[in-house]
């Protein structure tokens, strides 16, 4: 048995964005935990948790909705990302490869939302 939501790759790959992003924040200055880190988990985690919002019995529109509030928080977190390399708290590499992975996501998230109809 699976709610709807959870067959979504989008959903799926939401989910692996935002532990992703939750492992990266831990190397944060801890005077960063309740700033720039709480800030981009919550955004992070915003992603997943709205996309299941917005697939559970939403009519089309409101499923829209719920998937622009996602596509906006994940372009939070991309600001929190540059702003995490340009303090020095991340390094060019680990920046690099969540900002591909958020990339693709952002793809994939926008599709979808032109999809439904």
């Known amino acids: 048995m699976m709610f709807k939501f959870e067959k979504i790759t989008i959903w799926q790959k939401a989910m692996d964005f935002g532990e992703n992003i939750h492992q990266l924040v831990l190397k944060f200055p801890n005077f960063e935990m309740f700033g720039l880190s ?5 955004a992070a985690d915003s ?3 709205n996309i ?3 697939a559970i019995d939403q009519s089309n529109p409101e499923q829209k909705r719920f998937m ?3 596509i906006r928080s ?3 977190v991309i600001t929190c990302l540059h702003k995490a390399k340009r303090r020095g708290y991340i390094s060019d590499e680990e920046f690099q490869l969540r900002y591909e992975e958020a990339y693709n996501l952002m793809n994939m998230m926008v599709s979808f939302k032109r999809n439904i109809k």
């Open 52 to 54: 299941a919002e917005g």
């Open 74 to 76: 994940l372009a939070e």
């Open 38 to 42: 709480s800030q981009s988990r919550r």
């Open 68 to 70: 622009a509030y996602s």
């Open 47 to 49: 992603i997943a948790l």
